[in-house]
């Protein structure tokens, strides 16, 4: 891989990555970087509510595109993208890496080969810190952010099926709301859902922004995941250095430790998929984006019926 030009056209942020020397930016102007430089693929990070737009200008001008999650931030937006991509014969990558994690891949190789036998239930805990006041000051900002959901469930909804090898198949409630972010009451900081596999499983997850802001992302209920299945129990998360193995039958849950990781598994998966060698378990063009319409279903479902009806 070769960088050959980088755009940033915010003047504050083009000017604090040059300061420190983080970065070289060649452009001010994205259309101008795609009209004067060659090149094959385009990374894109701008905020969350415009990527949708970069990404159809980048493939409109031949490009292919990585990105960082979320893809975009509305339906209508991502079926555009897979117009385009299908019509100009172009690939999509994600930065979905929490498949490239040690403790995923050994959750993935514990469940695939049967040690709690078939899986019937599923919770993960996605608490993010706010960070209100270091965190990007667009986050907060109406139309830019796109929904918690959408942010942060996208990695459950990519690596849940990746560990068990089973589809969702149902969205049975999701809501947010406004918990921590009191001064901004259109930021709905605070997310929940319930879905179903499509053997039946369900699924409960939490991906708020109420992890304590000065423990960051060291707890280690940070990316918890607990499977619980007909002979047992595992459970992970992406602080810890083991496995919980919990098996029926044994007196005591053990510790297991972590196979090798992955990093820099989705990069490389993207560039297989530009060479038109995609692999069935790595991320590709259509596995991306059939994760993204996922996630913006259960973000749509949280903005709508997903309010449920009071108890009386």
């Known amino acids: 891989l070769e960088i050959v030009a980088a755009c940033e056209e915010d003047a504050g942020t083009r000017a604090a990555l040059q300061d420190h020397a983080q970065v070289t930016i060649t452009h001010d102007n994205f259309t101008t970087m795609l009209t004067e430089v060659a090149c094959d693929a385009v990374a894109i990070g701008d905020y969350y509510g415009r990527r949708g737009e970069l990404i159809l200008q980048a493939l409109a001008a031949g490009k292919h595109v990585i990105v960082d999650k979320p893809v975009c931030t509305s339906l209508t937006e991502l079926d555009a993208i897979e117009r385009e991509l299908r019509n100009r014969n172009r690939k999509l990558g994600c930065m979905l890496d929490m498949r490239d994690r040690p403790q995923m891949i050994g959750l993935r190789a514990m469940i695939r080969s ?7 239930a599923i919770n993960f805990g996605g608490q993010h810190p706010l960070l209100l006041g270091k965190r990007a000051a667009w986050y907060f900002e109406p139309g830019k952010h796109g929904g918690t959901i959408n942010d942060i469930a996208i990695h459950a909804v990519d690596v849940i099926p990746w560990i068990t090898g089973l589809n969702f198949a149902a969205i049975h409630a999701a809501r947010t709301w406004n918990a921590l972010a009191v001064d901004f009451p259109h930021f709905h900081d ?10 039946g499983c369900g699924v409960l997850g939490d991906v708020s922004y109420l992890m304590p802001n000065s423990m960051g992302y060291t ?6 995941m607990t499977f619980w299945g007909t002979k047992g ?33 989705y990069l490389q998966a993207f560039l297989d998929d530009v060479a038109g060698k995609p692999q069935e378990d790595r991320l590709h063009t259509q596995l991306i984006l059939d994760r993204a319409r996922v996630a913006l279903q259960i973000q749509a479902v949280a903005a709508t019926e997903g309010k449920g009806k009071p108890l009386s």
């Open 190 to 199: 605070a997310a929940q859902l319930m879905l179903s596999l499509e053997n």
């Open 114 to 120: 049967g040690l709690i036998g078939e899986i019937h």
């Open 233 to 265: 129990v595992l459970e992970s998360s992406i602080t810890a250095d083991h496995i919980l193995v919990a098996l029926d039958g044994e007196e005591q849950p053990r510790h297991e430790p972590l196979p090798a990781g992955n990093p820099g598994g």
């Open 219 to 224: 707890l280690p209920l940070y990316w918890r």
